[in-house]
């Protein structure tokens, strides 16, 4: 379903109050790898320590997923449909997260009365196409005033070959609004609000080239690297063992053909 004319917060609300019991329950009974996807991607921006922004969280499943990442981290995470955030809170068990109703299309006052300070991460899965494309802008520019130096907005949304395709051959699967976003457009906003593109991918889920995994970053700095950050750590870590891995290997395939050897040497 999508609207020619302009669509008020109050249909969107209801549309959404709806879509709740029509789909997204569903979401929660079954793994869906456009999530499990989404998950994976905004996992590697979030560490044990940060301050997190969910935008459009529906009911609550990346949230979860997300908080459990947290130690001294928090995660707020806020969506217009009240019914979204009453089953959301019912479900999600976690004191690293506060869920609250807002509707960002009318600007970030609701979500900056409830923050405590900046944050690190703005995840929006699924949500930018759901958002009229004339505020894009102004949501851009907003969120940077809870965004510190080098925080980073994930977005993931429908390729605009996706959306072609759904518009030509699935229309019934739009939602109240559904834009698409050219990538174009989007690098203009974002650089016109003062973002440096990180990452842009599209990716495969259940098409080829269905969705589209953006990241942004208030700053990127150019600096000298003075610490290991955790990723990193990582792979050193998973290198180090491998290289011990494979030295014990060879010494214990040495120590097996010295034996041989001197076996067979004795019996000789
Ligand atoms: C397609 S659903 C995605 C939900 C969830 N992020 C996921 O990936 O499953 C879009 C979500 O954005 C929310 N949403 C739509 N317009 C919004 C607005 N103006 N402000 C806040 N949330 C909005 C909807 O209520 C809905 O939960």
């Known amino acids: 379903m999508v609207s020619d004319g302009v669509i008020s917060g109050a249909q969107v609300r209801e549309f959404y ?31 044990p320590g940060s301050r997190v922004l969910e935008i459009g969280c529906g009911i609550g499943i990346i949230a979860e997923r997300l908080a459990a990442k947290l130690r001294d981290g928090q995660l707020w995470a806020c969506d217009i449909s009240p019914r979204n955030i009453e089953m959301a809170r019912e479900t999600v068990k976690s004191d690293k997260v506060a869920f609250f109703v807002a509707d960002v299309s009318s600007g970030l006052s609701a979500v900056e009365e409830q923050l405590d300070g900046a944050v690190d ?40 070959q996706y959306q072609r395709y759904l518009r030509e051959h699935e229309p019934r699967e739009l939602q109240v609004i559904d834009e698409v976003i050219e990538v174009e457009e989007l690098l203009c906003v974002a650089k016109a609000a003062g973002y440096s593109l990180r990452l842009f991918s599209l990716e495969d889920v259940w ?50 053909s010295i034996v041989d050897d001197a076996r067979g040497r004795s019996s000789t």
Request: with cysteine.
């Open 17 to 47: 109050d709806a879509f709740r019991d029509s789909r997204m329950v569903r979401y929660r009974l079954k793994a869906n790898l456009r999530i499990e996807r989404a998950i994976e991607r905004v996992s590697e921006y979030v560490h």
């Open 121 to 160: 991460v703005v995840v929006m899965i699924d949500v930018l196409e759901h958002l009229p494309r004339a505020i894009h802008p102004d949501l851009f520019t907003n969120l940077r005033r809870i965004m510190r130096q080098d925080s980073v907005v994930v977005l993931t949304y429908p390729s605009p």
């Open 207 to 256: 098409r080829r080239n269905q969705y589209v995994h953006c990241v942004f970053q208030s700053s990127v700095p150019v600096d000298r690297i003075t610490s290991v950050s955790p990723t990193r750590l990582g792979k050193l870590f998973r290198r180090f063992r491998a290289v011990l891995d494979h030295r014990s290997r060879l010494t214990r395939s040495l120590r097996r």
